[in-house]
């Protein structure tokens, strides 16, 4: 089974500076199986990008994700006070039919 | 608008069976490309997928949860229920239910979710 290791697990940064948050599989995926979810304190996740790239409907430009392989990124180019928030990406086990969520990557105010 | 909604107990005490409902609307079971989810999250910690069902009664497990699993439609109620056996405090979590369109251009991942129900194990 694919494991989805996120980094940093805390990432403490201001409102207009650029994210980067980083998704590693433990072994080559296919991009139309990665995806990425916004989940804020109290709410439900979010659906953001998924096939890795593409973003989800009413999600802003601000969101962008990018990789392949092993190795995927979710970008937040200028921080929103809205988007301090946690982040999981996920993965589709095509032959087995199954879901992996990563551990989540925290993104807070500093 | 598709919709979706938890329920069940709050409590359950440990070695007790577990059975959660989700309600939805704004899609049907019965059409080509849809599912239904669930997924679960223990306070402060990450999530976890559990099963799936598809519009062709097809079921998919966790594999480290199967036998503890079962996952069912009634596509006349618009409603999927997950039954889990034997529940341990380990299992307090949140509860989420979430649809996924196959036929979407999303179709490997979940577009909509439900808001959660919390179960807490505790004798």
């Known amino acids: 089974e694919i494991v989805l290791t996120q980094s940093p697990g805390t990432l403490s940064l201001s409102p207009g500076e650029r994210a980067t948050l980083s998704c590693r599989a433990s072994?080559?995926?296919?991009?139309?199986?990665l995806a990425w979810y916004q989940q804020k304190p109290g709410q439900a996740p979010r659906l953001l990008i998924y096939?890795?790239?593409s973003r989800a409907t009413g999600i802003p430009d601000r969101f962008s994700g990018s990789g392949s392989g092993t190795d995927f990124t979710l970008t937040i180019s200028r921080l929103e006070p809205e988007d301090f928030a946690v982040y999981y990406c996920?993965?589709?086990?095509?032959?087995?039919?199954?879901?992996?969520f990563g551990q989540g990557t925290k993104v807070e105010i500093k | 608008q598709v919709t979706l909604r938890e329920s069940g107990p709050a409590l359950v005490k440990p070695t007790q069976t577990l059975t959660l409902t989700c309600t939805f609307s704004g899609f049907s079971l019965s059409t080509s490309g849809m599912c239904v989810s669930w997924v679960r999250q223990p306070p402060g910690k990450a999530l976890e997928w559990l099963a799936l069902i598809d519009w062709e009664d097809d079921k998919f497990y966790s594999t480290s949860l199967k036998t503890r699993l079962a996952i069912s439609k009634d596509t006349s109620k618009n409603q999927v229920v997950l039954i889990m056996t034997n529940m341990d405090p380990v299992d307090t979590a949140t509860y989420y239910c979430?649809?996924?369109?196959?036929?979407?251009?999303?179709?490997?991942?979940?577009?909509?979710w439900g808001q959660g129900t919390m179960v807490t194990v505790s004798s």
């Open positions: 996920q993965h589709y086990g095509s032959a087995t039919g199954t879901w992996t």
């Open positions: 979430a649809r996924r369109n196959y036929f979407d251009s999303t179709g490997y991942a979940f577009d909509i």
């Open positions: 072994q080559s995926v296919s991009s139309s199986y």
């Open positions: 096939d890795a790239s």
